[in-house]
């Protein structure tokens, strides 16, 4: 049986996940019928440090991203936002550039202002490179009613409409 996947909200500039953003990684992520939120990627070269590894610092903010989303939700209009307070990463093994990556984030205790959560980047040949947690404070209240997320861009952009060829 297949876990159906729902597509979360991007938004046109962030780094990650903005659809926009000619520098950025343009990442999608789904929500599984489980609550995680699951990536499939691959990382063009530019973001490599050393030649065919992902900088150290691309492979943080990718599973910062996840760790966050993972209690977001599926919903353009309601949106858990979060920032992230602590972050661990055990690098496990180098993340490589120009092949599939799998990207998998799991929510773990929730709290009215507070969250965990745990993150996974996996190889082409579904080796553990990379392991991550995270505790995450809700974005205030007062900050999220002054932004107007539509301006933003923040939707759900369909497949076809991601006009990105990967990152």
Not at 27 to 51: A, C, H, K, N, W
Not at 105 to 121: D, F, M, P, V
């Amino acid at each position: 049986m297949t876990d159906r996947r729902k597509k979360q909200p991007n938004s046109r500039h962030c780094f990650v996940c903005g659809v926009e953003n000619p520098t950025g990684l343009k990442l999608d992520f789904y929500e599984t019928e489980s609550g995680d939120v699951i990536v499939e990627t691959m990382v063009p070269e530019r973001f490599q440090g050393y030649p065919g590894v992902v900088h150290g610092g691309i492979v943080a903010s990718m599973v910062d991203e996840a760790l966050g989303r993972v209690h977001m939700g599926s919903d353009p209009d309601k949106p858990r936002f979060m920032y992230t307070a602590k972050l661990s990463i055990q690098y496990r093994l180098p993340v490589p550039t120009q092949k599939p990556i799998t990207i998998i984030g799991h929510a773990q205790k929730q709290k009215k202002r507070l969250a965990t959560s745990t993150a996974e980047i996996y190889g082409p040949n579904g080796e553990l490179l990379v392991e991550a947690e995270a505790v995450l404070v809700n974005v205030p209240d007062e900050t999220i009613h002054s932004v107007d997320l539509r301006k933003l861009g923040w939707q759900v952009y369909p497949d076809e409409e991601n006009l990105n060829e990967g990152p």
